[in-house]
């Protein structure tokens, strides 16, 4: 872990709590894996809600799940990667994996606001409304918890929207080619790069995650299932190639709540400011 006491440029964040809600296990680390171990080394109680457990995913290699379940290797994986990034506590829902847009609705949104009266957060991390990449299940998971903080009208917690930016994962494609892995025309878990940020909306906040990039790394790759085999770029990119691409995290802030407390403003600069 980043020994952010001895930065005297590393902002203090002591006694703060940030709730992060994704759809499955791996989503917390691609997305904005580098931005939870930051908050964490400084102080930052990070609570991570999944909201399945990703049963009805890919399998890189068939002998990670010998027993057929899925579900709970990934939940295992999930573990593993929350305690490299430093987060403090981690729920995994049991909602159906590849309908959560459909199904359960009134149950997601009652955990979602159940998450956030327990925990009182001083933020709140989900999808933006692209869900990176058109996922239906982000999609469905960015609009319950949209839904829920908004429920909470003017003492709703800041939410903020992560997003990526366009070419970003082509990019990654490429630096992992270049070591000998990852096929010029090999996708995502079936996903095209380009579809990562396609038509996303403009971020207001960039996170420097340099520093943390080798966790961010180390995270992606304890989901085994998910990043494992050749073709992955995450089982080739190296450190270098990762701070480049990875090294910056890019998050939406969502117009709801009223003139709670800043989070994740104190890590980061508004995008709109930064060089091109």
């Known amino acids: 872990m980043a020994d952010t006491a001895k930065d005297p440029g590393e902002p203090r964040l002591d006694g703060r709590t940030v709730l992060a809600v994704f759809a499955h296990p791996d989503d917390e680390s691609l997305a904005c894996g580098g931005t939870l171990a930051r908050l964490a080394d400084a102080g930052v109680r990070v609570v991570l809600l999944c909201a399945s457990r990703g049963e009805a995913g890919s399998i890189s290699d068939p002998t990670l799940v010998p027993d057929g379940d899925l579900g709970a290797v990934r939940t295992r994986e999930l573990t593993a990667a929350a305690a490299i990034l430093g987060v403090r506590d981690v729920l995994v829902l049991d909602h159906p994996d590849g309908d959560l847009r459909w199904d359960d609705v009134p149950e997601l949104h009652a955990d979602i606001v159940g998450a956030i009266q327990h925990y009182r957060p001083d933020a709140v991390v989900t999808f933006d409304a692209d869900g990176l990449y058109w996922h239906l299940d982000h999609v469905g998971v960015h609009e319950r918890t949209l839904t829920a903080v908004r429920s909470f009208g003017i003492a709703a917690p800041p939410l903020y929207f992560v997003t990526m930016l366009k070419g970003m994962m082509r990019e990654i494609m490429k630096a992992a080619h270049a070591k ?97």
């Open 180 to 276: 000998g892995g990852a096929t010029p025309d090999s996708g995502l878990w079936g996903i095209t790069p380009d579809a990562f940020g396609d038509s996303a909306k403009p971020p207001t906040l960039a996170i420097d995650v340099r520093r943390w990039v080798p966790r961010k790394l180390a995270a992606l790759r304890c989901h085994q299932t998910q990043m494992g085999g050749r073709d992955h770029p995450m089982a080739w990119i190296d450190e270098d190639d990762a701070r480049r691409w990875l090294g910056v995290e890019y998050f939406r802030r969502a117009d709801v709540g009223g003139d709670a407390a800043i989070v994740l403003e104190h890590l980061g600069e508004r995008y709109a400011t930064r060089d091109a």
